[in-house]
């Protein structure tokens, strides 16, 4: 019988949606972390729950042909240990089982969309500020969860680490105020640094100004006013130098952007994305972009199809939403400020969807309105895929899959973003 703190020698049969090695041992199924399928290990028990175990490959005795040599602590980076082309095939493996576990019939999921650009890719990162006497700036372990500094992250601009070096060497006095630091960066290499603190002047504010001026890149820096704990970035930011604003560019769509506005982190593949979603429009469409953002897939396809009518409930948003609309004078476009379910009323008469939430999915009671309504087409861009196939079986009442696309957008991590196209049925 297994006991917490117990080692066990056992061979993974799957690797699941979370990355975990999964091992059958007597009568119970472990989920064992930093496992890949195949893989012989030594494993620490560290939870149970009835039948169900949690633990840990304290040692590989049989590798993966699909393992990286070398390895990364950082929970950010929780799937770096499998070869980025397996990645590929997990994702699109994971996608198939969960939604056919589901929706209990058998789903054709395409290949995984890449760019295989599998590193340096993100555009936006947010970097925690370590309780020490000098500003430090790091991510956290996955094992034990702590804290530690950073100095080379491999998932983020040679511009940006060349900051967080900067910063981390400089020996500024830390007044524990400072939670976060933020760096975003643009197709130009342009930055935009966001200090996240509880008060608006700090201690070491100004020498991280000086700091940051130095560099010919940063267009701007702001101070954001954390608070929430469980919320990086709030409605409230003063701008301290430069301007807050940086314009993206994907395909033939420029973009503005300011330190609280959201934008896909992953401009490459995002733009793949949206170039997928542009083949399932057509000129007599009338499309619906809820969860607009800026805008970003509603102006990217705005030229394929008849009328856009975006709804986006965050305030900054749809204020660079509408700046988009009047620079480049873009008449097929209506922007609506409010919640997507209050402002239904607003946006009849479309026979297209679009669905881009957070992570938490769809409200029930949207979910209603759209099988009411009655879409001849939705397509759904989901970050999340558990809440992906809870809303797909609701609205399998009324529409069919017609393709499911794994979209690769966040390599190195479990993070799964997919796109799918449905049709009334």
């Not at 056992?10 to 972390?33: M, S």
């Amino acid at each position: 019988m297994l006991t917490v703190g117990s080692k066990i020698t056992g061979r993974a049969i799957d690797l699941d949606i979370d990355g975990k090695g999964v091992v059958k041992y007597e009568e119970y199924v472990l989920f064992v972390n930093n496992l890949l399928k195949d893989e012989l290990a030594e494993i620490k028990i560290e939870k149970i729950k009835k039948n169900i175990a949690f633990g840990r490959a304290t040692k590989i005795i049989e590798k993966s042909k699909d393992r990286k040599d070398e390895n990364y602590a950082l929970g950010s980076l929780d799937l770096y240990h499998l070869k980025d082309d397996a990645q590929l095939v997990w994702q699109k493996q994971v996608t198939k089982v969960n939604l056919e576990k589901i929706l209990k019939k058998s789903v054709d999921v395409c290949d995984t969309i890449t760019d295989s650009n599998f590193y340096h890719y993100r555009n936006k990162a947010v970097f925690h500020v370590l309780k020490e006497s000098t500003i430090k700036l790091g991510l956290f372990k996955e094992q034990p969860i702590e804290l530690i500094e950073v100095n080379d992250f491999i998932l983020v601009s040679d511009l940006v680490n060349q900051l967080i070096n900067k910063i981390n060497s400089s020996r500024i006095e830390n007044s524990q105020s400072l939670k976060h630091v933020v760096f975003r960066v643009n197709d130009k290499n342009n930055v935009l640094v966001t200090l996240v603190s509880d008060k608006k002047i700090f201690k070491g504010l100004h020498e991280l100004i000086e700091i940051l001026q130095a560099f010919k890149e940063v267009v701007g820096i702001t101070v954001n006013i954390k608070k929430v704990p469980s919320v990086i970035i709030s409605d409230e930011s003063y701008l301290i130098y430069g301007k807050n604003e940086l314009t993206e560019t994907l395909g033939n769509q420029m973009y503005y952007m300011s330190d609280q506005t959201f934008f896909q982190v992953n401009r490459g593949v995002a733009k793949l994305a949206y170039d997928k979603i542009k083949e399932y429009v057509n000129k007599d469409d009338i499309v619906i972009d809820c969860y607009s953002g800026v805008g970003s897939i509603g102006f990217y396809i705005k030229d394929k199809v008849k009328k856009v009518l975006m709804v986006e409930i965050q305030k900054a948003n749809v204020e660079y939403a509408k700046k988009i609309k009047e620079k480049f004078n873009i008449r097929n476009v209506k922007i609506i400020h409010g919640d997507v379910l209050l402002e239904k009323d607003k946006i009849k008469d479309a026979n297209t969807i679009i669905l881009d939430p957070p992570k938490s999915g769809l409200s029930g009671n949207f979910v209603t309105h759209l099988l009411k309504e009655e879409f001849s087409k939705i397509i759904y861009m989901s970050c999340d895929l558990k809440t992906l196939t809870r809303d797909l079986r609701l609205l399998d009442n009324l529409y069919d899959i017609i393709r499911v696309y794994p979209v690769r957008m966040f390599p190195q991590t479990t993070s799964i973003e997919t796109l799918v196209i449905l049709n009334k049925r």
